[in-house]
């Protein structure tokens, strides 16, 4: 989320915005440990600049069983909701959907529970528009297909690693 609001062209990261967003992530190395990490991840043969997709696509997992079945239930309650079960989910009714008042994140009070749906909305954006959009270039509507909705969770998952703490996490933000 950090890289994607604070980084100038997210094609092109520069090694200052690198630190930054590290930093700001309390990952504190060296000057030199920065550069090496940046200079692995760089996608030019001069290392002026980091390639977003390539670098978050390094760490990206996909789901497990466990966790494709609940963003699977949870789609299809979508699709349900939308009474076009077997289709694709317009995006707009999924950022509508999202609740965020039981999110981990806003019962330890570190967001309000208007910065987590904030957050959501512009992370899902920014996921729809970088790796989704040209499908539905045509279409009138934005919409959703389920491989979208469990790519935004492959990402999500790198962060909440444990299977409990995933799908506690889309229990509470989605039921």
Excluded at 52 to 60: A, E, G, H, S, V
Aim: hydrophobic residues 35%.
């Amino acid at each position: 989320y950090k890289f994607l609001t604070l980084c100038s062209n997210i094609t092109q990261i520069t090694l200052e915005e690198f630190m930054k967003i590290m930093k700001l992530n309390i990952i504190n190395f060296d000057a030199d440990e920065f550069k090496y990490i940046f200079n692995y991840f760089s996608m030019n043969s001069n290392n002026k600049y980091l390639d977003y997709t390539f670098f978050i696509r390094f760490f990206k997992k996909e789901l497990n069983e466990t966790k494709l079945n609940i963003v699977e239930k949870i789609f299809l309650s979508l699709q349900y909701e939308n009474a076009n079960e077997d289709e694709d989910v317009p995006l707009n009714q999924i950022k509508n959907k999202y609740k965020a008042k039981n999110h981990p994140e806003v019962v330890s009070g570190i967001k309000t529970e208007n910065e987590k749906i904030k957050e959501f909305k512009e992370c899902f954006d920014i996921n729809y528009n970088i790796f989704n959009s040209r499908k539905y270039l045509d279409k009138n509507e934005k919409m959703v297909d389920f491989d979208m909705f469990a790519n935004f969770y492959e990402y999500v998952s790198f962060i909440y690693e444990g299977d409990n703490e995933f799908v506690n996490l889309l229990v509470s933000t989605w039921c």
